[in-house]
């Protein structure tokens, strides 16, 4: 993924490829097996005597797709499937509008209990799809997609689904497999609202998927997927706006909460509003998950701990990621994490790879990449401006600092090969706000953002020894001595999380604005 200027043709350019990449190409996907089950003795010698019993309706019957071109067909489709027929396969043959059999005056639309099929769209969109009553608990097309359902090529196109609890345009659970499908312009509203998927569960995926419209939740909200469990989330693209009402809760632009979970070569253009943890694309990322190749581009705000990328980690990994987005918060605010939590010396998170040139900005505590207890920043930089409401009392860093949510007294926080020349408040540190760090090795910030490489409140001595001038950028010196790091072979510190194990540290080049740029952008 290649990092475009924040300009508007390059949106435009950013856009086309995005929404291509997640609703313009079919694609063929093949069904899996179901999970095999260990069976008794008993068991299997009662299967061996029912030779002539019906087949499971969750292997399917062998017949070929049933075409689907009118919304009476979708329905009576479904109520197959609900009727204990779940592995049938379905293609559509032309868009399907739903308001002949649900919307106002018709009434809700009911869902497909559990889905084990192929769901072919197609290509086609399915437009009208309304859950709207008085009483209208929770709802999507799909409750359940199960372990071998496959759901595919499929645009669902201004869904009204407004619930008590939760929504979600496409499926309440996935178990199976989501590619290509989108929910486009679509109004999204429940007290936990997802702009496509509310779950995806143990080896399920999603890939290829985009969300526009709008996305309110009153507790939780994404614009993807709400939470992950040991699933994947590959190249999806949200541009709704997703915004959440209450505290202690989460809101992101691709996934509230992720568990031993991947999220690759994701991005979010949508704002996202939160009122408590917000993020560009993940409010928790926890127990070996990794977030690679992600970005934001939108503006991100919240009262709570707001990021670009994610707004609390413990023990996992953000690689390659990178903020353009304005991110405003109260306290915690960063451009790639907010905040960790969980992680210890021996299940260090890593930040590795990653750059911010978004404005952050917060009343107290915010930087420039992370925020965060036990964990490393490596190879990284900041150019975005970082400024703290209260003129630096607590405090603005332009990489990183310490601050995270923790048990006891063991901390250890590295800053590595990194570098920030963006504008800084005051009193902020050039690269870090308190004297704190366990380790800082070839890192630099530019002499005229800070007085010192941290800020000094005790004496007002200032500690400028990791200061270099604008010159240094631009002759190469500073991009030199980040290569010779990598070339070392210096490996990450002992302790990180297990997840980290995959990391490599990427090369620098000479950036086009004479400051040094990741070799991958």
């Not at 499929?154 to 496409?170: D, K, N, Y």
């Amino acid at each position: 993924m290649r990092f475009l200027k924040k300009t508007a043709a390059a949106a435009v350019v950013v856009s086309a490829f995005l929404l291509a990449a997640c609703g313009g190409t079919k694609t063929d996907t093949p069904q899996r097996e179901p999970k095999e089950t260990e069976k008794s003795g008993v068991e299997e010698m009662i299967s061996a005597l029912k030779e002539e019993e019906t087949k499971d309706p969750m292997e399917g019957d062998g017949r070929a797709q049933i075409e689907i071109g009118t919304a009476e067909e979708l329905a009576q489709f479904r109520d197959r499937v609900n009727g204990g027929e779940a592995a049938l396969d379905a293609v559509l043959t032309a868009d399907i509008d739903l308001s002949s059999v649900c919307g106002e005056g018709v009434g809700d639309w009911i869902p497909f209990e559990e889905y084990n099929g192929v769901f072919d769209g197609n290509g086609h969109e399915i437009s009208g799809l309304c859950i709207a009553g008085e009483d209208s608990d929770s709802g999507a097309l799909f409750k359940k997609i199960g372990f071998t359902g496959v759901v595919k090529n499929l645009e669902i196109t201004g869904a009204r689904i407004q619930v008590t609890s939760t929504a979600a345009a496409l499926a309440m659970r996935n178990e199976g497999t989501v590619e290509n499908c989108s929910s486009r312009d679509g109004y999204i509203k429940g007290y936990e609202a997802y702009g496509l998927l509310g779950e995806s569960m143990e080896e399920s995926t999603v890939s290829g998927c985009h969300v526009s419209g709008t996305v309110e939740g009153g507790g939780r909200a994404a614009g993807i997927v709400g939470f992950l469990y040991s699933a994947a989330v590959s190249d999806c693209y949200n541009e709704a706006a997703v915004s959440t009402e209450k505290q202690q809760e989460w809101a992101a632009g691709i996934s509230c909460s992720a568990s031993t979970s991947q999220i690759t070569d994701c991005c979010n253009g949508g704002t996202v509003t939160g009122a408590w943890d917000t993020a560009g694309v993940v409010g928790t990322a926890a127990k070996g998950s990794v977030i690679t190749g992600c970005y934001n581009t939108a503006a991100i705000s919240g009262k709570g701990r707001v990021s670009g990328i994610a707004a609390m980690m413990g023990e996992s990994v953000l690689n390659r990621c990178y903020n353009m987005g304005p991110v405003s918060g109260v306290n915690g605010t960063a451009g790639i994490l907010a905040t960790t939590k969980g992680s210890t010396p021996q299940s260090k998170c890593v930040v590795a790879n990653c750059f911010n040139r978004g404005e952050i900005s917060a009343g107290q505590l915010c930087a420039g990449v992370a925020i965060g207890a036990n964990c490393v920043t490596v190879n990284s930089y900041n150019l975005g401006s970082v400024i703290s409401g209260n003129g630096g009392i607590y405090g603005a860093a332009g990489v990183s600092d310490r601050g995270g949510i923790m048990s006891g007294d063991q901390v250890e926080t590295f800053l590595l090969s990194s570098y920030s020349a963006g504008t800084l408040s005051e009193k902020a540190g050039g690269l870090t706000y308190s004297d704190t760090m366990t380790e800082m090795n070839t890192v630099f910030y530019q002499d005229d953002t800070a007085a010192g490489y941290y800020f000094n409140r005790k004496d007002g001595g200032q500690d400028a020894s990791h200061a270099v001038s604008a010159e240094q950028f631009a002759s190469g010196e500073v991009l030199e001595q980040l290569n010779a790091y990598v070339d070392s072979g210096a490996a990450l510190p002992e302790g990180c999380a297990k997840a980290a194990e995959a990391v490599t540290l990427d090369h620098w080049k000479a950036g086009n604005d004479g400051y040094p740029a990741l070799e991958w952008e």
